[in-house]
Structures are given as structure tokens and as C-alpha cells.
């Protein structure tokens, strides 16, 4: 039988002062042009969380509003207010900066956060107030130090700080004092990335309605790398980030494959289900710290405000087939092979057509395909386009080479068979997942179908290949929990006696 998705969980942590000290774009500023006009107007530029909030693509991520409430919206979405919106929504919520570090703190095990005093004391209260944050990890939550504390080691001891409101609150220190690997600044990227997956996973085990204990596995799929000197990038955030949200009964692993492992990790963690080795996955991932503003100079010179200012996360819930949620159909996965090569056709084909042509379908019978939903007010106005509706060109372009669309219904196919891309782009955030929430509301509506979802990733990043990688599958409504497991033990012995009987009686008639 094939396994199921069970419910998902989607956060956002607005973090503003991490766009300032942490987003790659501007620390790379600071080191290359310290004195640049971009940097100078930045601070001019930093959405308030009330923004944030208000934002529609945010407010469809958390499931406040849906793709096709999106579509509707006049692009572009930057200067538009969504009427009604709320912090807290179907799958998750939007975090704001000062709750989450106190989530961060109560994610490090290794007492290198800090808060200052004051501040624990004067958003404790506030965090504890949300709904999703239990008790025992409140108590994670330690008093504080003296801001002079703090002050030395960011000052003297390489420490990365922590801010709100442009104010010092805390700091990151190192793990180490040579390791490169466990340096104030990776340690800032992975207790941050290890929290948000922590968030997602609460909202993605209370969305399922199941209890932690029934999580047996983790997965997660995020872009940071957990190690040391000795296995840098060896893991394990999965069960780092379990241990936290309290998922006392599940081991995990972690997978990467840039902005593809998450659909890598969801066609494991249903293998892993099906084949009957774990009862229950969940696949997560926190955000990336490096990716805040990557986009800002942009956006700056336009007159935008930094759009990327969110942490992503998300965690989906595979379990066994019950008969009712909608499975992960195993028999259609599309590979990006080593021979596929990087030509965009031969992607597609890969990736979308292929893997519908040997299980008989046509493109015209999936009906809403997720590839890369990047929010095109992020990524237009840094001249990469409408990166789902380039998408969905290519798709329709091949499904009218094979015959299966006719020429004039190009235009309608992205409509008809698209979405309006919402996610954040965090890389491997926006890669196919964000839609899984709505796709397994629309298909046990009974609004829809078949839906494909596509991870590509550019292995090319690493400086190992010049490979891209993708891979993809069908999510499907579900077509019964037929009972595979075999004959019982008594059907067999009935079996084996109607057998000999048959046999005896046959015998006999001969013998006359």
C-alpha cells in the first residue's frame, strides 16, 4: 500500500536584524564595501513585523489564504495589505525576532547562546503565550547574562551577535576556538536553522492530529551542514531538532540535496513507510540564514522593501495508508539521471513527462503541477522572472510537442494546471513542498485529483559537478487501503484442505 500524507505544518520566523548581520548579501557587503550606499539605506528598507504579517504571499504560506486567493491579487504584492490577516493560521504562523530567540536558546544544548537579562525577562511571558510552545521547552529557556557579558564576546571572542529593534539582546559564541566548522557563524546558521525545523515540526505532529510518540523517524532536508572538523557536514539536525519538539520516540537522519532534498526526502520517508521499516516520518526543515536579503540590492535600488526577511520552514507527516488521505504514489517518480543532461527540455522531460508516460498518463492528467514556487515579488525585480510560470511554459510546451495539448491552449495551461508561486526564497524552501498542505486539502475535498511535485537542485553549487539534480512525484487521492500483506494462516489452511479435498475426490472418480 502506498503511504500517505498525513498533515503539514508551514512557518515563518520574521527576522529583520538577521537580514542586517546574517544574510550573505550583507556580510559579504560589509567585508567587500563597508561604506556602500546599499548598506547605508538597508535599515531604511527592514519591513515591521505588522508588514510582514499583512503580506499576502506570508499569509498563503501559513494557509490564512489559498494559491487561488493569491492569483486574484493585483502583482505586485509588496505594496497590498491582506485584509484580516493574523499571525497565527492553519499551518503554522509567523514568528516574530524576539520570540525566537528564545527559541533558539532553548534549542542549544551547548550553552553558546546568550540573552541578555532584561530581554528574557521582558519576552518569556510573550513566548510562552504561544499556543504551539509547551512547557517543557519554555523551562529550556535560562534567565540571561549581563549585556557587559555579551558585549566581550562579541567584542573579543569572535561571538556572532544577536539583535532586536538594532539593539545588542545576546550573542552566538564558537564551539571551538580553531575549528572553522563550529565557528561563532556556523553555530548561529544551525541553531537557527535546528529552531525553525523545531517549530515546524510542532505545527506539522499537531496538524496530523497524531501524538509525538507516533513519530518513529525524521527526516530533515534543510541546506546546512551539522559536523565538526572531522565530518563536517556529517548530521544530525533530524534528531537534534526531534529531541527539542519532544518526539521521545523517534530516531532520524538527515538528507541534502540543495534546493531538490526536499522531494528526495519525501519519496525516502514513503519508501521508508511503505516497505513497513517506520510506521510514521516526518520530514522537516528549519530556514537559512545565509539566504536573508539575498536579493536585497535589488530590491534597495528599486525602491522595494527587503522582501527577504522570513526564515522558512516546514514539516510533512507520512504515515501508513488509512484509506482516506492522499498517497505518495511510488510508481511515478521522475529522475534528473546523470544522462539527462542540463538542457531545460531534457529537464522537463525528465522530471515531468517521462515518469508520466510509463504509467500510462498524459501531462493533462495531473492537475496542478508544484515545481519551484518562488514568490515573483522576490525574484522579478532581481531580473530571474516568474520562476513557476517559467516552469509551467516548459511544461505546456512539451505536452503540446507530444500531442497531448493543443497550441491555442498554451495560454490557459499555467492558470488551469499552475499556481501562483508564494514561498520565500530559502532555497530549498519554495522547491515543490509548499503547496503539499493545500494539494492534500483540494484531493480529500475532492476538488482535484493528481498533483506533481517537483524538486530541482544545482549540484553545481558545491563545486563537485556541474550537474543539475530533480526528482519528482505524484501525490494522488487515495484508492483504498486494500490489504496487501498476504493470505492469514487460516486462508491457507482452508486452502491446503479444499485443495486435498478436491484432489481426494478427483482421485476417486478415476479409481471408478
Known amino acids: 500500500m502506498n503511504s500517505v500524507i498525513k498533515g503539514a505544518g508551514y512557518v515563518l520566523v520574521h527576522t529583520p536584524e538577521m537580514v542586517v548581520y546574517n544574510g550573505t548579501t550583507q556580510t559579504t557587503e560589509r567585508v567587500v ?125 569572535h561571538a556572532e551577535g544577536l539583535y532586536h529593534e538594532n539593539k545588542l539582546v545576546g550573542c552566538v559564541k564558537r564551539a571551538h576556538d580553531i575549528d572553522a566548522n563550529l565557528s561563532a557563524h556556523v553555530m548561529h546558521e544551525n541553531i537557527m536553522s535546528k529552531a525553525s525545523s523545531v517549530l515546524a515540526l510542532l505545527y506539522g505532529v499537531r496538524n496530523a492530529g497524531i501524538e509525538k510518540t507516533d513519530v518513529e523517524y525524521v527526516i530533515d532536508c534543510a541546506e546546512e551542514a551539522c559536523g565538526d572538523m572531522n565530518q563536517r557536514g556529517g548530521g544530525n539536525f533530524a534528531k537534534a531538532a526531534a529531541e ?6 523517534a530516531t532520524g537522519s538527515d538528507s541534502r540535496g540543495f534546493c531538490a532534498g526536499p522531494s ?96 500510462g498518463l498524459k501531462i493533462t492528467d495531473i492537475d496542478k503541477f508544484s515545481p519551484e514556487m518562488q514568490n515573483p515579488d522576490i525574484t522579478k525585480p532581481a531580473g530571474a522572472g516568474d520562476v513557476p510560470l517559467a516552469n509551467y511554459k516548459m511544461i505546456a510546451a512539451l505536452a503540446v510537442k507530444r500531442g497531448e495539448l493543443d497550441r491555442k491552449e498554451l495560454a490557459s495551461f499555467a492558470g488551469e494546471h499552475g499556481l501562483t508561486g508564494w514561498a520565500p526564497t530559502q532555497g530549498h524552501i519554495p522547491s515543490g513542498v509548499p503547496y503539499i498542505g493545500f494539494a492534500r486539502e483540494d484531493i480529500l475535498a475532492g476538488k482535484i485529483n493528481k498533483v506533481m511535485i517537483i524538486g530541482k537542485g544545482s549540484l553545481f553549487l558545491g563545486r563537485m559537478t556541474n550537474l543539475f539534480d530533480g526528482v519528482s512525484f505524484v501525490i494522488q487521492a487515495n484508492t483504498g487501503a486494500e490489504d496487501n500483506s498476504g493470505v492469514s494462516e487460516e486462508e491457507v489452511k482452508g486452502l491446503i484442505a479444499k485443495a486435498m479435498k478436491d484432489f481426494a475426490v478427483s482421485l476417486m472418480a478415476t479409481e471408478e
Open 33 to 157: 564595501n563597508p561604506e556602500s550606499e546599499y548598506l547605508k539605506e538597508l535599515r531604511d528598507h527592514l519591513r515591521s513585523y505588522d508588514t510582514c504579517v499583512n503580506y499576502w504571499p506570508n499569509q498563503v504560506y501559513i494557509g490564512n489564504a489559498t494559491p487561488d486567493d493569491l492569483a486574484q491579487v493585483e502583482f505586485p504584492y509588496y505594496d497590498k495589505v491582506k485584509e484580516g490577516a493574523e499571525r497565527y493560521g492553519k499551518y503554522g504562523e509567523i514568528m516574530p525576532e524576539d520570540e525566537f530567540l528564545l527559541l533558539a536558546q532553548a534549542c542549544d544544548m551547548f550553552e553558546v547562546v546568550m540573552l541578555e537579562k532584561g530581554f528574557v525577562a521582558a519576552t518569556k511571558e510573550k513566548f510562552a503565550a504561544d499556543p504551539i510552545i509547551t512547557d517543557d521547552i519554555v523551562e529550556k529557556v535560562i534567565e540571561g547574562f549581563e549585556i557587559s557579558e555579551i558585549e566581550h564576546f562579541v567584542n573579543e571572542e
Open 264 to 359: 528526495h526526502a519525501l519519496i525516502e520517508a514513503a519508501a521508508l513507510v511503505k516497505s513497513g521499516a517506520y510506521k510514521c516520518v516526518a520530514v522537516t526543515a528549519g530556514g537559512c540564514t545565509a539566504k536573508l536579503g539575498m536579493n536585497g540590492k535589488d530590491h534597495v535600488k528599486k525602491g522595494l522593501p527587503i522582501l527577504e526577511d522570513c526564515l522558512g520552514g516546514f514539516c510533512v507527516i507520512i504515515a501508513e495508508n488509512d484509506g482516506v488521505n492522499p498517497e505518495i504514489n511510488l510508481d511515478i517518480l521522475g529522475r534528473h539521471t546523470v544522462g539527462t543532461g542540463s538542457a531545460p527540455q531534457n529537464v522537463i522531460g525528465s522530471l515531468v513527462a517521462d515518469p508520466l508516460e510509463r504509467a
Open 244 to 249: 527539542v519538539a519532544g518526539l521521545l520516540n
